[in-house]
C-alpha cells in the first residue's frame, strides 16, 4: 500500500474542504471496499479524510419519509423499525450482501459508491479502463461471467455490486449531498452513469461533494406489503449477485395499480426497468403479466460469450421476484 495522510474530520465542512485542496484525497467511511482496493494498489490515494465522526448517522421521519444518514451503518438501517415497516425493500437487500460483520462497518454512503467487482479491476496486471483510462477492457474478450447485459458499452461491461442501491432505484430515492458549492440533492436514477467512453466515473458525484443522506419517500411506503428483493447469487454467502430483483406492487382487487421493478447484476448502475413498470401499471395481477413484464425488462439485452445465461435468469427471476412480492409462493 502506498503511505498516505490520514486527517480525522469533525465536521463535513471540514471533511470536504480537506478533500477539495487535493485531487488525490479521498473520504473514508467503513473502509469495507475502500481499503481493500489500496492494499491492492486499485485505488492510491494520498490522503485519507475519516468522516466517522460527522453526525450523519441517524434514521428519521421526514416529510412523511425516512431520510438514511450516510454514516448509518447498513445493519443499522436494515434493522431499524420505520425501515422494515415501511421500506422492507431496502431492508430485504442490506441483509442479502455481505456478511453480518461487514454490515456492522459498511456505511450507506459508502455502499453507495463502492466500485464494481469485475476480477480485471482489481488486478493492476490487467488492462481495464475503468482503473487505467485508455488501456483496454480485459473483461470484453475475457471471462466475463458476471458482467453486464444492459447499458454497457466497448470501453466497460462492467456491473455495479450494490444489493441496496437496487433497491433504492426502485422507490425512487433521493441523495442528499454536500459540496464545495454548497448543497444539491440527486435523484437516485441520476447519481450513477453508464459507462459510456468514461468508465472511469462511476457517479456524477463531483470530486469533494459529501453524501449527507438519502431520502425514502413517503409515497414509495405504497409498496410496504407486496415487495421482494430476490437474489441469484453462485453461494448463500460473500457472494454478489448474478442476477437480482427488486420488486415493488401496489395491489387493489387482483389488479396493479402501480410497480416498480429494478434489477442489479446486470449493468454499469442499478437498473430501473420502465418498459416492465408499463407491461404491470394498471395490468391484472397474474402469471401472464409477470411473464411480458420480464420480457419487457430484457429485451434489449445483450450477452457476452461467458454470460449470456443472464439474459434468462433475469427473466425468470423477475417472475419469481413478482410473484413473491403478490404474496403467492412466499418460500424463497
Ligand atoms: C467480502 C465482501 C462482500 C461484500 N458483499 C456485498 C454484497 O453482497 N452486496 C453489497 O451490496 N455489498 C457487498 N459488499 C460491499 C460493501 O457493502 C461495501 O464495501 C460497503 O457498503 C462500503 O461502505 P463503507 O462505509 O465501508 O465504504 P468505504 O470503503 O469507506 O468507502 C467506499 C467509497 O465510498 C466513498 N465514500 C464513503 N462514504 C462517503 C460519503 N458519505 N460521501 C462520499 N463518498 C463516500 C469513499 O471515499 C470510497 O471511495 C461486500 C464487501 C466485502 C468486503
Ligand atoms: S469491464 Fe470495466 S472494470 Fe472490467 S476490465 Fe473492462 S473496463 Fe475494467
Redesign the pocket.
Known sequence: MKPFAFTRASNSQTAIQAVVRDQAA???????????LMKEDVEQPNHLVD?NRLA?TRIEERNGGLRLG??AR?SDTANHRLVRERFPLVSQAIL????AQ?RN???N???L??RTRCYYFYDVAMPCNKRQPGSGCGALEGFNRMHAILGASTECIAVH????CVALTALDAVVQVEGPQGARSIPFAEFHRLPGDTPQLDTN?KHG????AIDLPAAASAFAGNSYYLKIRDRAS????LVSVAAALDIQNGTIRQARLALGGVAHKPWRAPEAEAVLNGALLNQETFRRAATAALEKAQGYKYNSFKVELGRRGIVRALTVAAGEGRTA
Open positions: 479521498k473520504f473514508l467511511a467503513g473502509g469495507t471496499n475502500l481499503v481493500d468522516i450523519l450516510a454514516l447498513n442479502s450482501g455481505a456478511s461487514l462497518a459498511a456505511t454512503g459508502g455502499n459508491m463502492q455490486p450494490s444489493d441496496m458525484l461533494e459529501l453524501i449527507t460473500y457472494a454478489f449477485a
